[in-house]
């Protein structure tokens, strides 16, 4: 199992910016998935972002496409979520999770309960 932390979260004001970064305890091979989810008070968990490592295949929620990039930065080992055009509606906890997949397509759309580690979430508030 990997483990996975993040960090990079705060408060910002809407039209702001901030970069996420999860941090994984152990290289995370080309056939991972990777993802970003959020959970705001109140409602469900939602996928955000995701990246299939091997062919860095990128896919995105429709509420944050343009806005959110996610990518990965092999020199310091973390896949980040680039956040921009930040809007209230955007504050949540994010997570970040990983899991091993066959195919990109596999990494697309994929639930919370089907990746097999998860991070502990960092806080994102826009007023």
């Known amino acids: 199992h990997v483990q996975l932390v993040e960090s990079g979260g705060g408060s910002v004001q809407a039209g702001g910016s901030l970069r996420l970064s999860c941090v994984t305890s152990?290289?995370?091979?080309?056939?991972?998935?990777m993802g970003w989810f959020r959970q705001a008070p109140g409602k469900e968990r939602e996928g955000v972002a995701a990246?299939?490592?091997?062919?860095?295949?990128?896919f995105y929620a429709d509420s944050v496409k343009g806005r959110f990039t996610i990518s990965r930065d092999n020199n310091k080992n973390t896949i980040d979520l680039q956040m921009s055009s930040l809007q209230p509606e955007d504050s949540a906890i994010y997570y970040c999770?990983?899991?091993?997949?066959?195919?990109?397509?596999?990494?697309?759309?994929?639930?919370?309960?089907?990746?097999?580690?998860r991070g502990q979430g960092t806080q994102v508030t826009v007023s």
């Open positions: 999770a990983a899991t091993l997949v066959p195919v990109p397509e596999a990494c697309q759309y994929r639930d919370w309960d089907e990746y097999t580690d």
């Open positions: 152990e290289y995370t091979y080309d056939s991972y998935c």
């Open positions: 990246i299939y490592l091997r062919a860095n295949r990128t």
